[in-house]
Every structure is written in C-alpha cells, then in structure tokens.
C-alpha cells in the first residue's frame, strides 16, 4: 500500500463507490482488470524512480523536498502529446481561443471549465497532468459565448466535441448556456453535439437519480428541439463496465433522450489487451443500442511503459476481435493512433517489394486532404507509437512531412498580433475573458 501511494503523488487517482463496489473484482486484485483501470500501480513508476520516493518517505524528507521530486518525475512522463496546446487552438482576429480546439475541419472541441475533472480517472489517462496541477487550466474555456462566435465564423464546422476531462460531471445548469448560446445561430447551421465521456462507465447515475438527471435529459431534449443531433462519445474500457443494471438503463434513457450513443476506447495492456474482451465489448454495445466507433492506441504519455502494446499485436488482436463479431460491431475503426498529423489507423502488415511494412491509413488528417490515404511505415516489431515508426521503400520523409510543417509555420504566423493601431481596441471581446493575446 505504501508503493501504491507512492505512485499515487506522481499519478492522479480518484474512485468512486460504484467502480470499487459493482466493476472491481476484489477477488481478483491485483490483476483485475478494472482495479488496474483506476488504482495506480507500482510498476507504472520505473524501479529507481519508486525507490527514491519510499526512500525520501522512509527518511522523513520534507514535503516540499518530496514535491520537487515528484513533479521531476511528472516532468519525464511526457505529459503534453502530440503537441495539441501549441497547433490544436484555434486563432481568430490574431487571439488565442483559448478552451476550444480546432484540428480537423468538421469539428470544434471545446473544453468548458466546469468539466475539467472526471468521476473517476483511468491509470493511462492523457490527460493526467491536468488533473495533478502540473499542466495549468489555461486550456478551459469559461465563456460559453465564444463558441457560437466561432462557429459563425467557420461554417465548414458540422460537429461540436465537449470533452475534458469528462463533460458529464458538470451540473446541468452549468453546461445549459452552452446550449443555449448555439440558440443565435439559427437553424441553417445544424451540428452534432458530442459529449466525450465515461460517466457511463465510472457513474451511470448521472443519467439516472444524480439530483439533475432529469434536467440533463430535459437538455438533451433541447439539442434535438434546436435541430442539432444530441451525441454521446462514450469511453469504455472493458466489458464488465457494460454489465451493470446501471449503465443498462442509463444508455436506456440518454437514447430516449434522443442521444446516438458512440463507444470508443484505448487498448492498453493490464486492462484490456485481449481479443475476447473488445469483442464481447462491441457485442454487448451493440446490443444496448450504441454503435462501436474507434479503437484507440493508447498514447505515449503516463506510465506508458506499463501500458505499452506493440502495434503489430494491437493490430492483432483488433483483427482477431473483428473476425469474431457480425457485421453490425464492425463499424468499429482502428487500432487508431491521434498523433500530430491526424487519426492514423493501422490497416494492415504486408510485404511490399520485399520489405515488411504496416500499411497505414490517415482515418482524419489535420490537413483534408490526406483522409483516406494509404501510406507505409517499416515493419517494427516492437513499435508502439508513431514517432516509433520510419516510412518505407526507401523514403526518407512520410508524405505528409512537408506540409505538417507548412501547417506549423501557418500557425506561427496567425499569433503575430496585428498592426499596433488596432491592439488595445478589442483585446477583450464581450465578456471573454479567456481571449488573450499571446506573444
Ligand atoms: C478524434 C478527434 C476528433 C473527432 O474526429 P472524428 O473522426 O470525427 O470522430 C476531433 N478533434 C480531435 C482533436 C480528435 O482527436
Ligand atoms: S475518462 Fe478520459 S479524461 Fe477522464 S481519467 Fe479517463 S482517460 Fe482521463
């Protein structure tokens, strides 16, 4: 227990009575795959980094002295992949928008303050420096206006992401002037409204007896009335947390809501690295009424060494999955990596000009033009992220190199602030506060 508190300083940690009641299997601990879902554990520290803590504890260091320590180690674990603070945030009238991303086309993330935590947290989140402090809040947005201003400004965008952290531990009446910001937009701009969450898998009682479950629907009603389509991204991890009589009736009530329901989730090692378990995953999605949508690779952040499933077996296993289930699971894409230049899947291993090589495929590219282009990397057995990966036959950049850095040079020059006469007039927009300049 003390190494698991260890870990815990460096690692975020948080549960609930529903994930420790009703999904771990405490016969089953330390292996169970929930309990390594949640509760951090003390392989996910490397061996020296783990005994210098005990160490310090051991000798009574000070808690400042432990903290420095800690947030060194915190520092090692890559804690901002694939580069989404510096190209994701969107740019208009030379300011930062900040609390919203905007990388693909279509759609819009916005990141509201309130929504900044989750119920519980997933060992391998990516999103873990935020919740131990040592990646500021500058990214959330508090301003639920600046949403429908963009969007006037960007037409081409069909889909709206609240994401976090996880939209669904906000209050409903936070997250309604959201909602009813989009009400000036009129109806010649009908969006998707997607909400990024695992509330169903860590609290489904959000959806059913949280003291505003119901206004919640009553929300969910109100995209529909408004003409957008109400959607949910929900993460899940494992099986077991489709089981539960709880999340049966919560998915039950978001679809009489009017909510499609969209299941996605990483494959990581300890949780879920079997092709049994994603196919009785989509399978019992499906039959709830949710459509299976991406397997992710998990990212190279955290204790990603722990987690860590080479792409050559992930591939294998999400193939293995995919021959078990019909037709209607197989809406399912991926093993999908989120990497700087876009959503690549892994479609395949193959011998090309007799070299071994993945056969990859831009699922979402930052630029458009690269969705749906197959591309090759050379075979690596032990790879298990992009960066990992060279191209092959012989090339020496992927395709997609030059303009990646023509899109980053693009975005230096949007920060450059615009003429002096006009600075100082409109550094505040309404009542954004959370427009500022950047220099
Ligand atoms: C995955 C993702 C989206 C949504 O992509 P879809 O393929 O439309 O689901 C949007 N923005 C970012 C940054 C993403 O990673
Ligand atoms: S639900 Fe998502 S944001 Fe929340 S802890 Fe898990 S991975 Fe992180």
């Not at 494959?267 to 009785?280: C, F, K, Q």
């Not at 011998?351 to 930052?366: A, D, H, M, T, W």
């Amino acid at each position: 227990m003390r190494r698991i508190r260890a870990v815990g300083r460096v690692l975020p940690f948080r549960v609930n009575n529903y994930v420790v009641n009703e999904l771990i299997d405490w016969d089953n601990v330390p292996e169970d795959p929930i309990f390594q879902l949640t509760f951090p554990q003390p392989n996910m520290l490397s061996e020296g980094n783990l005994s210098r803590l005990l160490d310090m504890d051991h000798a009574g260091k000070s808690i400042a002295a432990v903290d420095r320590e800690v947030s060194r180690i915190q520092r090692e674990m890559n804690p901002h992949p694939a580069r989404q603070m510096e190209l994701n945030v969107p740019v208009m009238d030379g300011r930062r928008l900040e609390g919203l991303q905007h990388k693909y086309k279509e759609t819009v993330l916005v990141f509201p303050r309130q929504g900044q935590t989750c119920h519980a947290f997933c060992t391998y989140c990516f999103r873990w420096a935020q919740f131990c402090g040592i990646e500021k809040l500058h990214f959330a947005c508090n301003d639920p206006l600046v949403l429908p201003r963009y969007l006037k400004a960007h037409p081409e965008v069909t889909d709206v992401l609240f994401t976090g952290g996880d939209p669904m531990v906000m209050r409903a009446k936070v997250l309604r002037p959201y909602i009813d910001a989009l009400r000036g937009l009129g109806t010649d701009h009908p969006l998707t409204i997607r909400f990024g969450t695992k509330a169903l898998a860590y609290w489904p009682y959000r959806f059913l007896t949280d003291r505003d479950a119901g206004e919640l629907m009553e929300l969910f009603e109100d995209i529909a009335a408004l003409g957008h389509q109400p959607a949910i991204m929900a993460h899940f991890s494992h099986d077991r947390e489709l089981e539960t009589p709880a999340v049966e009736q919560a998915m039950r009530r978001l679809q009489s809501a009017g909510a499609v329901i969209r299941c996605q989730g990483p494959l990581v090692r300890h949780v879920n690295d079997d092709a049994g378990t994603w196919a009785r995953m989509w399978r019992r999605q499906v039959r709830l009424g949710a459509i299976p949508y991406y397997m992710f690779v998990a990212r190279n952040t955290g204790p990603k060494a722990y987690f860590r499933v080479p792409l050559a077996q992930t591939y294998r296993i999400f193939s293995e999955a995919y021959g078990q289930v019909s037709g209607l699971c197989r809406t399912v894409r991926g093993p999908s990596m989120s990497a700087t230049p876009g959503k690549i899947a892994v479609q395949g291993i193959a011998e090309l000009l007799s070299e071994k090589v993945f056969v990859l495929k831009f699922i979402q590219g930052r630029d458009p033009s690269w969705v749906n282009r197959v591309f090759f990397a050379r075979y690596a057995p032990d790879a298990a992220w992009f960066d990992e990966l060279e191209p092959a036959l012989g090339d020496k950049k992927f395709f997609f190199e030059s303009g990646l850095d023509r899109i980053t040079a693009e975005k230096a020059m949007d920060l450059v602030p615009p003429p002096r006469a006009l600075s100082g007039m409109n550094d505040r927009i309404g009542s954004g506060t959370l427009l500022r300049w950047v220099h």
